[in-house]
């Protein structure tokens, strides 16, 4: 079974990494044949240096998620109080845990934790690959899946913060966790216009790795959020005493867990399928539903155009505005506030970009069926919300009328109609 080259380690694993993320500005495959700057190459090998030393034998821990806080706030006995009891329940980057209640799979885990290496079978030879985070992951997604990782200063959009739950691209109603699904499809299919790449050279064992250890690195990030708001943020903190630790996993862990079963489940209720779309038999007919969707893009019913401009070339009023779930608290009220809220984020302020359809790339997808959930669903964790029918909600626009949408966005983007 072929797991995909396992990086060495020292300096050829430091390379071999600086290459493999940089490498995929474009969203290119992995494997593809690509070329850097050899500058940009050298500065990122200097921060992860920087970042991890020079040695990839010593043991890595979490950092905590002190975003937005004060550090000189925080007694160092609150923050060891944290740091010891997240470690009870998940473990370390080299030795993960599974905590009480949380159903993952250990060996997925194994897979994907620690250094890149071989793990041994009881005769000593090598059977399945470890480290599969570290190797493909971390220089962009960091070690705690903090979207912060050693690269990612240099990315536009930044990588993605597993920490809160959300992810943008998914088949699922808003407001509910994605499925395997839609992280395994993002890790095989990379993200176009952005610098995650496609790992579909990878074998599915690996892949299925890497989307365990996502899903685990989530689950912790939220709990690790719920943990700080019991300790910091409550009127009273709290001390993480015997009692409060069991109503956290009894309570909040357990919560967490079953929003990340529900979609699994329950797929009627929490999953959303694309219907089939109007027939299309000829030119005329395509082109009647462009101006239909053309009509809607336009009304107050949809708002597209608010966002996306009259012809979605991503310059409507509200365009310049607009900040995702990661960025919108680093905002003050006044820009003095905003530089002063700086230093209390890894990351810069950064806006969102709206889509201009007329460059044709779509980060979730091109297919007519990923469009439709796009609209449909809307992005996860951005101010486009969905506009289609749930099992919960009518929804603004009808099924027909999401397709007459997406059928003006794939023209406006060059794309002519889909094959039958």
Known sequence: MRFGRLAPSGPDFLKAEAFAVTSCRIGVEVGSCWRLQGGLLLSLCAVFLFVFGCSTQRELEFPLNLEGRDPAEI???AREEATHFLEELFGTPDYPRIP??????????????????????????????????????????????????????????????????IFMYTSTVPGAKPRREDIRRIIVEGMPGTAMPAFRNLA?????????????????????????????DEEEPLPLSFPVKERIIQEDLAWIWE?????????????????PPPPIASQAEWEASVARGREIYLSERAQCAKCHGPEGAGDGEQANELYDDWNYPKRGPTPAQTAERARL???????????????????????????????????????????????????ALEPEEIWHLVHFVMAQAGLGPPAR
Request: hydrophobic residues 35%; proline residues 11%.
């Open 75 to 77: 007694s160092l006995l």
């Open 100 to 165: 009480p209640g949380v159903s993952l799979n250990e060996k997925l885990l194994q897979m994907a934790s620690g250094e890149p290496s071989w793990q041994a079978d009881e005769r000593g030879t090598p059977s399945w690959p470890r480290g599969l985070y570290r190797q493909h992951c971390s220089l962009c997604h960091g070690v705690a899946g903090d979207g912060a990782g050693p690269a990612a200063l240099v990315m536009d959009p930044y990588p993605r913060d597993f920490r809160q739950g």
């Open 204 to 232: 599915p064992e690996a892949i299925e790795a890497l989307v365990e250890y996502v899903i685990y690195l989530s689950v912790r990030g939220e709990t690790e959020l719920l943990i700080l708001q019991a300790i910091l």
């Open 259 to 275: 929003q990340w079963s529900l979609p699994e489940n329950f797929p009627d209720r929490y999953v959303v399928v694309p219907p």
């Open 345 to 395: 984020y890894t990351l810069p302020l950064r806006p969102l970009r709206v889509r201009n359809f007329r460059e044709g790339v779509f980060r979730g997808g091109s297919r007519p069926e990923d469009l439709y959930l796009r609209i449909a669903i809307g992005l996860k964790g951005t101010p486009m919300g969905g506009v289609g029918p749930t099992p919960d909600s009518k929804g």
